[in-house]
Nanobody, 128 residues
Framework: QVQLVESGGGLVQAGGSLRLSCAAS????????MGWFRQAPGKEREFIAT????????YYADSVKDRFTCSRDNAKNTVYLQMNSLTPEDTAVYYC?????????????????????WGQGTQVTVSS
């Protein structure tokens, strides 16, 4: 298991940008598929993005496609979520998650239940 710590959340005006970071402990970060999820008050946890072990493949929810970009730096054990053109509907607690992934796996992981390690979350609030 990896320990995950998110940072970078805050208050931003609509149309603005934020970059979230998620730092992971351990020496096998590159063995993990990483995901980003968010949860707004009274709503289910929602998939946002996932990135493959070496960062070559990303996948996004339709709600954030073309606005959010997920990347990773395995040398720094960190995954990022660049969020542009933010709207009040993006207001939520954002979580990063990790799943140990064998090299042979070709699956796309988008469900919260696919991930075994979670950070504590970081609040993103977008004002209108």
């Amino acid at each position: 298991q990896v320990q995950l710590v998110e940072s970078g959340g805050g208050l931003v005006q609509a149309g603005g940008s934020l970059r979230l970071s998620c730092a992971a402990s351990g020496r096998t970060f590159s063995s993990y598929t990483m995901g980003w999820f968010r949860q707004a008050p009274g709503k289910e946890r929602e998939f946002i993005a996932t990135i493959s072990r070496l960062g070559g493949t990303t996948y996004y929810a339709d709600s954030v496609k073309d606005r959010f970009t997920c990347s990773r730096d395995n040398a720094k054990n960190t995954v990022y979520l660049q969020m542009n053109s933010l709207t009040p509907e993006d207001t939520a607690v954002y979580y990063c998650a990790a799943r140990f992934t064998p090299l042979s796996s070709g699956r796309r992981y988008t469900e919260a239940s696919d991930f075994g390690s979670w950070g504590q979350g970081t609040q993103v609030t977008v004002s209108s």
